[in-house]
């Protein structure tokens, strides 16, 4: 098979991936349309996708969407960036490593919402409290990751960088951190993951604007449809951030085959 | 011509011993070990796999230490005492073939403008210069040995020690590569311990071969290698006092292996 004939096959399979979704949506239509259901409580597709128009045409949805992305990239770095840090000194030092391992093992269990009394306590209401909650679940998975990454090299690459007279700071940012990276992403893409889980959901309770926000006060209001705004909202970032991270993550990791 | 080259370290290993603590009691992987290797001498150490004979390189390298007994490299006059070769190319997958072959150097401060040209030769040697910026998985098994044969010999070390480098490659690729070895060491004068399990490749590049016998880890015998250089290896293996020295040999481990075979029978 040549490869523009492969190229093409995965494109028929691409849109053919597509087919579902609409079908269902249609279904939803047409069942909500002949009267299967309440309209009030079960919105159909065409009604949400008007409702997604007028909160974007009142700028209310992309203001909600700003603030929303600003706590989940803030606290992600936040949490993200010592996460890395911690995770390959611990492999480089034990002492690291005995102190932190019992603290990671007692903390990360912890539902990082539960937490939110907590933080509201101590930053208050402002935007610093959501994005430490988030820089807090965000934390976790990536210095466990680092840590595993750092841990867990290869033995022979250990063994050349001595041979060849490594220092240990060479041993660290030339060896180490390299041979740590396609886990750190690992851990790093969990990480974003939770963050959007953690930042959507501190909104509901400790938050006046953002998409969480918006689903919990139409919740109150029992605007199912623009709830459903906000639930569409949050799955498309979702799967843009994703994909712009896996690009990334081929940019910065090419020498991991494809 | 250049002029001729410096010889490379000689090295004294006395009383070497070393022993494993495991969980099952403590095992001597190595014990009495005696041997002394001349400047620019090519010694191979031939053994059955578990003999010690990696851990005896670990040992000269730095990596691992003796229990008991003295090792000297004597490397006046050389910046860099010794580069490992190992088995597995051990080329790190994130540096380019560049990188990696400059990695010695880098390691050892060399400003980047004074590697590039030490860099360069070193690739040419091993004919890698086209494939400078691939990374090792973009390599073929024998490019990568060669690369990491290039890392080694750009830091111009007294000793080379080679961890079965060739083992993994298929024939046509082993010769060709140990040729280009016998070549290189032959304008380098470095002293070279290469460890196999081979005869032949034993016979193919070595002055000396040691051969070495399991549990404990010791040396056997120190067989002459009296075939002159250059060497054409083809050739050369069709040769009766060849196939008069690889017998020899094999009657040396044959013994050995049995015995060993024997003893296990009876645990």
Redesign the interface.
Known sequence: MSSSEAARQVRQERLLYLLSPIGLLLLWEIAIRAGLGDRRFVPAPSDIAERFYLLCASGELPWDTVVTLWRIVAGFLLGAIPGVALGLWMAMWRGVRIIVDPLIAALFPIPKLALMPLILLAFGFGETSKVVVVAIGAFFPVIVNAYAGAANIEKIYIDVARNYGASSRIMFTRVVFFGALPLIFAGLRVALAISFIIGTAAEFVAAKSGIGYLIWSSWELLQVDAMFVGIVTIGILGVITSTLFLEIERKVIPWKAP | MAEPPRKGARIAIAGLSRMFEGPRGSVQALTGIDLSIAPGEFLCIVGPSGCGKSTLLRIL???DRQTSGKVSIDAAGWA?T???V?Q?S?L????SVEQNVG??L???GMPATERAPRVEAAMRLVGLTQFRHH???QLSGGMRQRGAIA?AFV?DPAVLLMDEPFAALDAQNRTILQEELVRIWETTGKTVVYITHSIDEALFLGDRAAIMTAHPGRIKEIIDIPFPHPRNLMELSVTPSFGTLKLKIWRVLEDEVNRARASEDAA
């Open positions: 390298a730095g990596l860099v010794n580069a490992m190992f597995e051990g790190f997958p994130w540096m990695f010695g880098m390691t050892r990374f090792p998985h890392r830091t």
